[in-house]
T-cell receptor
Framework: IAGITQAPTSQILAAGRRMTLRCTQD?????MYWYRQDLGLGLRLIHYSNTAGTTGKGEVPDGYSVSRANTDDFPLTLASAVPSQTSVYFC???????????????FGEGSRLTVL | KNEVEQSPQNLTAQEGEFITINCSYS?????LHWLQQHPGGGIVSLFM???GKKKHGRLIATINIQEKHSSLHITASHPRDSAVYIC??????????FGTGTRLQVFP
């Protein structure tokens, strides 16, 4: 693994199904994020984690949950998918703290999710 | 009004042209990011800056904190520069706010 990896890259699922998008990074970054990207809108934050063991809600958290059991992994779960959750999902990470090099963002390749 | 506004929304250019993409924001920030997203592709960080100017190859990013404005310049543009360029600001609460992006197409 080099950088940040998301899986699956694409998924179609029926409404009401449970779905987990996986995100793994090998850069030992403290901070991780899940965004969704929809046409005509900027990236919107779903959930974030500043460090292992802690998570927080972003702008659009409803219908999603996350966990951060360790530094490397930050899965995003849709407990019961709805069509409005059709989107492209990006996981990102950054080093936390102070200093000129902290805060640079690294993104995964994205997961395209279609809920029918 | 969005807190981060980019202009133009769409931009076409001939290969070799000098390109400028603008980003204005209305909140206090600790840093500003420029990101690049190729069609169907992932998102790559180009610059993170909090003052002045940064240069990487043919790309130059500037920021004016007083005017709450940043520009991304591409010199000697090439078709491979065709992508969506996204401005994002990190607010003083550490929250990231994204612009909606500028779609650039460079024709040979």
């Amino acid at each position: 693994i080099a950088g940040i990896t998301q899986a699956p890259t694409s998924q179609i699922l029926a409404a009401g199904r449970r779905m987990t998008l996986r995100c793994t990074q090998d850069m030992r970054h403290n901070a991780m994020y899940w965004y969704r990207q929809d046409l005509g809108l900027g990236l919107r934050l779903i959930h974030y984690s500043n460090t292992a063991g802690t998570t927080g809600k972003g702008e659009v958290p409803d219908g999603y949950s996350v966990s951060r059991a360790n530094t490397d992994d930050f899965p995003l779960t849709l407990a019961s998918a709805v069509p409005s959750q059709t989107s492209v999902y990006f996981c990102a990470s950054s080093r936390a703290g102070t200093g000129s090099n902290t805060g640079e963002l690294f993104f995964g390749e994205g997961s395209r999710l279609t809920v029918l | 009004k969005n807190e981060v506004e980019q202009s133009p929304q769409n931009l076409t250019a001939q290969e070799g042209e000098f390109i400028t993409i603008n980003c204005s924001y209305s909140v206090g920030i600790s840093a500003l990011h420029w990101l690049q997203q190729h069609p169907g592709g992932g998102i790559v960080s180009l610059f993170m800056l909090s003052s002045g100017k940064k240069k990487h190859g043919r790309l130059i990013a500037t920021i004016n904190i007083q005017e709450k404005h940043s520009s991304l310049h591409i010199t000697a543009s090439h078709p491979r520069d065709s992508a969506v360029y996204i401005c994002a600001v990190r607010g003083n609460t550490d929250k990231l706010i994204f612009g909606t992006g500028t779609r650039l197409q460079v024709f040979p």
